[in-house]
């Protein structure tokens, strides 16, 4: 058991946990009669609002402008219902070992070296994550100028449907106690509130592990409100300039499955808009691709300026994530996060654990090991250039992880998040299809605070794995060194590694880094929209989804990024009832105001012998129409 080369099978599977953390699914019953295939779609179609990605924004945004306008909602992905490898637990990892065109998840590796993955399906990030739910604190709220009571009622509209308590099992409840006992406190129990100390947060699987989506939140829509429209990716938007102070927001261009266009409208009303909710990579690429954005760089690409933009895609930031895997004696349950430690140091500790990530599968034929994102198939063996990329190559990869013992892949995960980051970093334009990845750099730890967080992230996690508390997961023999280096030498990215990983806390950040899937950034406040999310210089068009956030908020954005559609699409019907409420008391005065006009005017104005107004014959006030044709 303690052999060298049991280490370094071990070492080889672990990385199976760590690419693997933060997805799981659940299921849920496709009853929306509003959901469609975009080969359904009419070629020309007219609506109040157009939103531009059905994720977890996108959603609650449509749910609630659909109970007043007509809506159309584009998703470029699938339905999250009724797929097995996202409703059922036990094929956890499929959907991210599914590399086809239709897979849910769309896999990417940004320029520093650290693969990632972005949602491809209705619902977005919720249909993938880890399920943690957890509200943003006061001072974000604070900063971010929202309504506080708007969005406490718009955080309990989500939770009603997509929150709830976890069972809080042996790895969790280890976790738990650690954070306790070396000092993470106060103790705030079960809250969703982002509180300092140890907490047990929410999560988004009910007590029966079903996963629940931003995508459930559509139940709220008014069906006769509502179109959605499923494997529609947007080309770009459409404006007008002729007649209008600035650019205006008219219109979309999307492509059904059988790549066909199709063109859709926002109805001639002051009160119409587009709405983009395509996440931090989309939505940036989006405006790119519809002539918003740096001069120079769409100019390359050959694509007509609308604005000159140097701010769309700049500000790109990915929270870091550096884990130690802890493997465990004993097996453990599989748990995705539920415990948090908020420090006051600016990092956030968590726990993850599994026995099940090489679990068999049984095909027609035969059983086979599903190894999820580390599969060499589809893992870090695909980043390879292509010449190394031999079949004969992929053979012994995919052996060597068919011998790996069971043993391997029992244990779990002490991880920790850097709030913020401070880190910046940018996205362009690889190609002009909106089904491409753009190219992103996060610059991780290029600020010096990033990585003094992240060193004291893993100096806590040493103590959690050290504390009594969790004695019973961890073999006594192994001391922290010898799991930092079976950390560092597995291959959880593209960055070269160091032998003094283990020695220098600094280097073991930089060589272990991962992401936690909260990437933010892109379209700014203040910098690409302004407060309420319209897109500067542009009328008819905003920007709502987390691509619009400086800081992750708190420690899960998924529930504030719903929050944000909720509360958006209030305000924004808010102020469409006001605008009609105006102009319909404007149309009163008016018809008021020509009426007293003529009242005056008609006393004013001699009349002749008949009772009409020189000027015209319009009877006076009183003036029997019969008099009137009498007198002739």
Request: net charge positive; proline share 6%; hydrophobic share 35%.
């Amino acid at each position: 058991m303690g052999s060298s080369r049991w280490w370094r099978k071990m070492a080889a599977g672990l990385s199976a946990l760590l690419l693997c953390l933060g997805y799981c699914f659940g299921r849920g019953d496709n009853g929306f009669p509003f959901i469609h295939q975009s080969t359904n779609a009419p070629m020309v179609s007219y609506y109040d609002y157009i939103i531009v990605g059905g994720g977890t924004a996108g959603c609650p945004l449509a749910a609630t402008l659909s109970q007043t306008s007509t809506v159309l909602l584009l998703e470029r992905g699938g339905s999250p219902f009724r797929n097995p490898n996202i409703t059922h637990l036990s094929r956890f990892g499929a959907a991210l070992s599914d590399m086809s065109p239709k897979s849910p998840s769309q896999r990417f590796v940004s320029e520093d070296g650290v693969i990632n993955a972005r949602a491809r399906v209705l619902g977005g990030g919720t249909s993938l994550n880890a399920g943690f739910y957890t509200r943003a604190g006061s001072p974000y709220i604070a900063k971010a100028g929202w309504d506080t009571k708007l969005v406490n009622e718009s955080y309990r509209w989500v939770e009603k449907a997509v929150a709830f308590q976890p069972p809080l099992r042996q790895w969790q409840s280890a976790v738990r106690n650690s954070l306790l006992e070396i000092g993470i406190r106060p103790y705030n129990g079960y809250t969703l509130d982002h509180m300092y100390g140890t907490k047990v947060g929410g999560t988004i699987f009910d007590r029966y592990g079903r996963r629940h989506t931003s995508a459930h939140l559509l139940r709220y829509a008014n069906p006769a409100g509502l179109t959605v429209f499923l494997r529609a990716p947007v080309q770009k938007i459409l404006f007008t300039t002729e007649g209008k102070p600035k650019p205006t927001a008219d219109g979309v261009i999307f492509t059904d499955s059988n790549g066909l266009n199709h063109w859709a409208y926002l109805r001639r009303s002051p009160n119409s808009e587009i709405i983009v909710c395509s996440g931090a990579l989309g939505s940036p690429q989006l405006l790119m691709l519809s002539g918003l954005g740096p001069k120079k760089h769409l100019q390359a690409h050959n694509i007509s300026v609308i604005l000159d933009q140097p701010l769309v895609g700049q500000g790109m930031s990915d929270n870091p994530m550096n884990a130690v895997f802890v493997p465990s004696p004993r097996p453990v349950e599989v748990s995705l996060i539920q415990v948090v430690g908020i420090t006051h140091n600016g990092s956030y500790i968590e726990g993850a654990s599994g026995e099940n990530f090489g679990t068999e599968r049984r095909g027609s034929t035969q059983s086979t090991r599903d190894f999820g994102m580390f599969s060499p198939k589809i893992g870090q063996f695909s980043t390879l250039p292509p010449k190394q990329r031999t079949q004969k190559a992929l053979d012994r990869a995919i052996q060597a992880m068919r011998l790996l013992p069971r043993s391997a892949f029992v244990g779990g995960f002490i991880l920790e998040k850097i709030m913020g980051p401070l880190s910046r970093g940018h996205l362009q334009l690889r190609t002009k299809n909106p089904n491409d990845n753009p190219s992103v750099t996060f610059n991780y730890f290029k600020d010096r605070g990033d990585l003094e967080r992240c060193v004291q992230g893993i100096k806590i996690i040493e103590r959690v794995i050290e504390s009594r508390s969790f004695s019973r997961f961890r073999y006594n023999y192994l001391p922290i060194s010898s799991l930092l280096n079976m950390t560092a030498n597995a291959p959880v990215n593209l960055l070269p590694k160091h032998a003094n990983a283990s020695r220098s806390l600094e280097q073991f950040c930089r060589d272990t880094v991962m992401t936690i899937w909260h990437y933010h950034g892109g379209c700014h406040v203040g910098k690409v929209v302004d407060r309420d999310y319209k897109v500067l210089g542009i009328d008819a068009l905003r920007v709502i989804d987390g691509s619009t956030f400086d800081y992750s908020p708190g420690t899960n954005p998924q529930a504030t990024v719903m929050m944000l559609g909720r509360y958006m699409g209030v305000k924004m019907l808010r102020e469409r009832a006001s605008r009609e409420w105006l102009s319909k008391r404007s149309n009163d005065q008016q018809r008021r105001y020509s009426f007293g006009t003529f009242a005056r005017s008609e006393r004013r104005t001699p009349r002749n012998s008949q009772g009409f107004h020189r000027r015209g014959r319009v009877p006076r006030r009183g003036a029997h129409i019969e008099d009137n044709l009498g007198a002739h």
